[in-house]
């Protein structure tokens, strides 16, 4: 019985050993040159190299092939790999180097738009059913339609603190005595809240987003709809059960 199992054991360990070998396989060169064939991206075939000086959320030098397996950037860039991030798999961020520093573009798998490298900075977190990506340049950030590349909302905040999502995002501006955190649609119109009043959450598919009370030492949490109504009076001590509560 113990030979039986002993086999048993020796045929699983060799099944994974072959395969094993066989994803090994998959990262050989399959192009004729020094890069390797890398599937990953969300369901993208990648052809590139692990970049040693940019490491970062795991970028690869390189092209996107098609079905067919012909390149689809016009030249090999530095690629972003999301693939460990749930609702972000349609966009690929792409860089380039220029004059010791990094520019950012992007390819959109849905309009199959690809953006050149031209921003100082640009969102990883940029979700599948929004149509704005944010963007920096001149230190400053703003939005560009992710299927043409047109600037939507002009660079003009200081950092972005949500990514739209259900049609809004948070962006904040230096304010006089602190930061000023606002509410935007997607025309960059600013939702007015209350006085030391700002939003800490962009909305659920309901309109309703969770609200921080500045005017409260320590600070309150409440919920307020994308108008600028108070639905809950910021009373919570923490956030976390409005979260749980709202999303």
């Known amino acids: 019985m113990n030979r039986q199992l002993s086999k048993i054991i020796l045929l699983i360990v060799c099944s994974i050993f072959c ?3 066989v994803h090994i396989g998959e990262a050989e060169d399959v192009s004729g040159d020094s890069k390797v064939y890398c599937p990953y991206m969300h369901g993208y075939r990648v052809v590139g190299i692990p970049d040693e000086e940019y490491e970062y959320n795991g970028f690869v030098h390189g092209n996107i092939l098609d079905e067919e397996g012909s390149e689809i950037l016009p030249q090999d860039y530095l690629l972003c790999d999301l693939s460990d991030c749930d609702g ?4 690929i961020i792409v860089a380039s180097v220029s004059k010791d520093w990094y520019l ?3 390819y959109d798998r849905q309009s199959s738009f690809f953006c050149e490298p031209c921003f100082e900075d ?3 977190y940029t979700k599948n059913d929004e149509k704005l990506i944010a ?3 001149n230190e400053k950030w703003g ?3 992710r299927s043409n590349g047109n600037i939507e909302i002009p660079f003009q905040y200081d950092a972005v603190s949500c990514d739209f999502s259900n049609g809004y995002a948070i962006v904040i501006a230096a304010g006089t005595y602190s930061e000023d955190y606002f509410l935007i649609d997607q025309q ?3 939702t007015v809240f209350p006085d030391l009043v700002i939003p800490i959450s962009t909305p659920n598919d309901k309109g309703e987003l969770i609200i921080a009370d ?3 030492d320590p600070v309150l949490f409440g919920v307020a709809d994308v108008n600028g109504a108070i639905i809950v009076t910021p009373c919570y001590d923490e956030e976390e059960p409005l979260y749980e509560a709202l999303y």
Request: hydrophobic share 45%; with cysteine; aromatic share 20%.
């Open 19 to 21: 395969a094993s070998l």
């Open 88 to 91: 972000y798999e349609d966009i």
């Open 104 to 106: 950012f573009g992007f």
């Open 122 to 124: 640009i969102s990883y």
């Open 135 to 137: 963007v920096m340049a």
């Open 143 to 145: 939005f560009c339609n």
């Open 188 to 190: 960059g119109m600013k």
């Open 214 to 216: 500045q005017s409260n």
